[in-house]
């Protein structure tokens, strides 16, 4: 069975400062992996996604991910973030094909 | 081109009572998913519909919920009867092929009390 642990519950930081997102799974085949947010009052919206090749993964708004295999981790990354980089974001593996497997969620409070 | 479209968007219901929940998936996509995020925890699957046919349920609580998906098109996933603790965020999703991203709707947000 998987399994996806999300480390931080809560993540607060200062607009235009870095931030990493922590994600780490189990799973005894290979995965894919996924990052959603979820905006107020909104769908999730895909992030990014790793299935295969480069472990490293950009995906929309300037995020980024790492996979790392041996540590079973795939943290979320951006460089400088913005008021509007508030939200909830979600860590997600499928065991190929089909359903998602979340991990808790991560608020990003992004202050000015 | 629509996203998924989730009907209604808030429900609040009554212990005992029925209550239907509709999604409509991107046109043209065979996959759709249910899920569900009760307060505090984490979303978890419900069940999977490829076309009309149920691929996956075993995400489904109990035989109080009802999952249909006539004609492949919309479906719906019916709680009869709705208990306290089903409360939560319904989400539904869909993929045009198996193995692609799944686009996830609004939600909706069940209260039973």
């Known amino acids: 069975a998987q399994s996806v642990t999300q480390l931080d519950s809560q993540v607060p930081v200062f607009e235009e400062a870095p931030v990493e997102l922590r994600c780490n799974y189990s799973s005894s085949v290979s995965v894919y992996l996924f990052w959603y947010v979820q905006y107020p009052n909104q769908g999730l919206q895909l992030l990014l996604k790793y299935l295969s090749g480069s472990t490293l993964v950009k995906g929309i708004n300037g995020f980024e991910a790492e996979f790392n295999k041996s540590q079973t981790s795939f943290h979320l990354r951006k460089p400088s973030v913005h008021i509007s980089d508030t939200a909830e974001y979600f860590c997600a593996v499928t065991p190929p094909p089909g359903k998602l497997i979340f991990g808790q969620g991560t608020t990003l409070q992004v202050k000015p | 081109e629509a996203g998924v479209t989730q009907f209604p968007s808030h429900s609040v219901i009554e212990k005992g009572q029925t209550v239907t929940l509709r999604c409509d998936p991107i046109s043209g996509h065979d996959n759709l998913y249910w899920y569900r995020r009760v307060m505090g925890k984490e979303i978890k699957f419900l069940l999977h519909?490829?076309?009309?046919?149920?691929?996956?349920e075993s995400g489904m609580p109990n035989n109080r919920f009802l999952a249909e998906r006539t004609g492949g098109t919309y479906s719906t996933l019916k709680v009869q009867p709705a208990e306290l603790e089903d409360s939560g965020v319904y989400f539904c999703a869909s993929s045009q092929a198996l193995r692609d991203t799944q686009y996830f709707g609004p939600g909706t947000r069940l209260t039973v009390l």
């Open positions: 519909f490829v076309k009309e046919s149920k691929q996956d």
